[in-house]
């Protein structure tokens, strides 16, 4: 089982989208747990206070320290020389930002073997730079800005859980998708329904043909043939 665990500001974003494959089915099996962390209970004041001005100005404000810090202790991932050692490499401490490694199918590989994985999600301008003192590595989802880390967040959990064993219908799927090692292509072969015939478009005749091995060559060659898209 891989566990979740979230520090957020607005944990019904990621709560929302928990009730929906494939976390739905990954949580009634068993595969994974999601545990949401409010960072506003972790305030350093009586008016619910996360965030401040950065020191030297700039523009906005950035989430505190001292939150962050205790939200990880809180969940036995911290102490005041930083993260504790990690000797068997089951959990990882993750701060989304737009300054990490970039998030692929290989690295969601790589999470999918944890145990636990801690998501901390930024807001408005960002984090105390400290927080990286607590944290194991620092991961963007793309070359773009976004409001704050829960999409992020839930870009890795999805990524990550429909990995598990259990969670997809046809565990093999997960093996020829886009981006996967299995793949024969960096983007997955294109695919079709019925109808065979739609204004004109129709299916190519080799996959209604019912010849396996050569519906199996067009499917590997396929990924340098894209249909080129109008527009």
Known sequence: MTKFNVITLFPELIENHLSYLPFKK?????????????????????????DDKPYGGGVGMLLRVEPIYHALQDLGLAKEEGRPENKVGKNKIVLLSPQGKKFTQKRAQIYSKLEEITLICGRYEGVDARVEHFVDELVSVGDY?????ELGALIIME????????????ESAALIESFSD??????????????????GLKVPDIL???DHKKIAKWREDSPRNRVKIKG
């Open 182 to 199: 299995n793949a024969t292509g960096k983007y997955e072969y294109p695919q079709y329904t019925r109808p065979e015939e739609f204004m």
């Open 208 to 210: 209604l043909s019912g």
């Open 145 to 149: 800005i976004l409001s704050g880390g």
């Open 26 to 50: 990954a949580v009634a099996h068993g595969a994974t747990q999601v545990k949401l962390v409010n960072l506003r209970n972790y305030a350093v004041d009586s008016y619910g206070s996360v």
């Open 159 to 170: 990524s990550v859980t429909r990995l598990l064993p259990g969670v997809l219908e046809k």
